[in-house]
């Protein structure tokens, strides 16, 4: 599990630019940030992961340019992410973030602003900081000094670029002050959430704050829908729901179930709700429950038990072994449904 789980998964969101290289080449910008990267991963693995703790999962797509083209899937992890690193280049300047999804990526850094410490800023390469948007300045105005991997004169790019030894001490300081940074932070941020569940008036289940489940649902059910995520909300469970909007085209269709797999990957089980006795459920039931979590269970390497919550009181038309059941017209469903829930988290920890 990642170290911050439940609060957060990834730990890290890195939001960068691949650049650009000549043409034929790969792009110098891209080797030297998964270098550096992959410099940051080892150190935190070494000094943070454990078995009890967990292990520091620091998200970033090194085939695709996650600035390129902000999707409903990475908008879902930058979301769920304990911390935004974004690595700052003249390139990154001219990103998608920047441009064209500039409300929206000004919510996030406004939000994390609300917490100390969940924006971290490295400076791989010399920017003018009066084209930075105006909510990655800072109060002061000013670009914030961050972490920087570049000597301060116009036009200069990361130190080591190209495998060069040139600065490769100043390089080593910075990974270092930034590995500190980063080990502080996310140790603060675990002891915070543990500390603040503590104090808490306890509610009904305490056990289970924060516990994410995946819920497929068809959304013309709108009053059912919303009864059913308060109800699971109530008794301390987070509903995730991919839903498309309407009007989509063959490709939105197409990448609907790379959506539900990503997303059920950061789950704790999958839900389905089923609204009416017809073929509709069990399509969802073949396709969803069996088929894309058992994708989801590959990609996260471990079991991702699944439920049907069942609001039409009759019998299922066909039973799965490993599908559980709950009748949401019989009371005390939400007790089973968490004891259900439960069994699954102890097993899967205790490793059997």
Request: a negative charge.
């Amino acid at each position: 599990m990642a170290f911050l789980e439940p609060h957060f998964d990834p730990d890290i969101f890195v939001s960068y630019s691949h650049g650009l290289g000549p043409a034929g080449t790969g792009s110098p910008l891209k080797t030297w940030t998964n270098q550096f990267l992959n410099d940051v991963q080892g150190y935190l693995h070494a000094f943070l992961d454990n078995e009890e703790l967990g292990r520091v999962r620091l998200w970033w797509d090194k085939d695709i340019d996650p600035t390129a083209d902000l999707t409903d899937e990475l908008r879902l992890m930058v979301r769920s992410a304990g911390i935004l690193m974004i690595v700052m280049s003249p390139r990154y300047l001219t990103s998608t973030w920047c441009r064209n999804e500039l409300e929206w990526f000004r919510d996030q850094i406004e939000d994390r602003r609300k917490h100390r410490g969940r924006i971290v800023l490295v400076r791989a390469a010399y920017t003018d900081t009066s084209e930075w948007p105006e909510f990655l300045r800072g109060e002061s105005g000013h670009g914030s000094l961050g972490f920087q991997f570049h000597d301060p004169k116009p036009g200069a790019w990361p130190y080591t670029i190209g495998g060069s030894d040139l600065n490769r001490n100043e390089y080593i300081q910075q990974v270092n002050s930034l590995i500190s940074a980063l080990k502080r932070r996310l140790i603060e941020m675990r002891n915070e959430h543990e500390n603040a569940a503590r104090k808490k008036s306890p509610p009904v289940h305490p056990v289970n704050a924060g516990r994410r489940v995946y819920v497929h649902m068809h959304k013309e059910h709108t009053e059912a829908n919303e009864e059913t995520r308060r109800l699971l909300i109530d008794h301390g469970l987070v509903p995730w729901t991919i839903n498309l909007s309407a009007g989509r085209d063959i490709r939105d269709m197409e990448k609907e179930p790379r959506l539900r797999i990503n997303a059920m990957k950061l789950c704790e089980a999958v839900i389905l709700v089923r609204q009416a006795n017809d073929d509709t459920f069990d399509y969802d039931m073949f396709d969803i429950g069996i088929s894309e979590r058992e994708q989801a269970q590959s990609a996260r390497g471990s079991p991702l038990p699944c439920a049907i919550l069942d609001l039409t009181g009759q019998p299922l038309r066909m039973e799965m072994p490993d599908i559980a059941h709950f009748d949401m017209t019989q009371e005390g469903w939400q007790q089973e449904l968490i004891a259900w829930l439960n069994t699954h988290r102890t097993t899967m920890e205790g490793g059997a």
